[in-house]
């Protein structure tokens, strides 16, 4: 937790070397056309968002600390979930201190690259997560159901998989729409196919 959370706040330290070089007000949101449509000034730049970051990476492992199956959570997946505010930090602070200083990037392919490698990582390790509140597809009638969870997360290991692999594949020539619709279509498979065997067990 402890080398997380400086990692986490890695881009203030790095931020405060370039502190001369960055502009007033910064680009730190970019929209579909993968142009910046949002500033905000340096400090919040430099402090804030890493600070948000740290503060949401905290937020995620007390929550599954006091989860009350958390002995259920898989010791993997939860180092998992320790490194992606890191490195969500880090990509975050690379595109937006990269901008500011002149280099031009291409948002969906970063970020294609990106949640792709999260997906598959994520994938690979969703079928081993027993029924808990914190992580997985938490669906009522999946967590009262060990054997509906079970298949889920087993369709849902498979739906991230997949759709990561799509997403590193196509990241060249994909746009934000795209990506979006590749982001969403994993979630929301296993959550059909969950009420589908749900309604089929009960009928």
């Keep these: 937790l402890l080398l997380t959370s400086v990692i986490t706040l890695l881009p203030v330290f790095i931020g405060l070397f370039l502190w001369n070089q960055l502009p007033d007000s910064v680009a730190t949101h970019f929209g579909l056309n993968n142009q910046p449509d949002g500033y905000s000034s340096k400090a919040f730049a430099v402090f804030g968002l890493p600070l948000i970051l740290l503060a949401v990476h905290l937020v995620c492992v007390v929550a599954t600390k ?70 997985g597809f938490r669906i009522s009638w999946a967590l009262c159901d060990p054997e509906n969870w079970y298949r889920t997360h087993r369709f849902g290991g498979k739906c991230m998989v997949i759709g990561g692999i799509i997403m590193i594949v196509t990241a060249p020539f994909q746009n934000m729409w795209i990506l979006i619709a590749l982001i969403l279509v994993p979630c929301i498979l296993p959550v059909i196919y969950s009420y589908l065997y749900y309604r089929k067990i009960i009928s």
């Design 66 to 135: 006091i989860d009350p199956k958390s002995k259920d959570i898989n010791k993997k997946i939860f180092r998992v979930l320790l490194w992606i505010c890191p490195l969500v930090s880090l990509f975050v602070s690379t595109v937006i201190y990269g901008y500011s200083l002149g280099y031009d990037f291409d948002m969906s392919y970063l970020c294609g690259i990106l949640i792709g490698v999260l997906y598959l990582v994520l994938g690979n390790f969703l079928p081993t997560v027993k029924p808990n509140y914190t992580i």
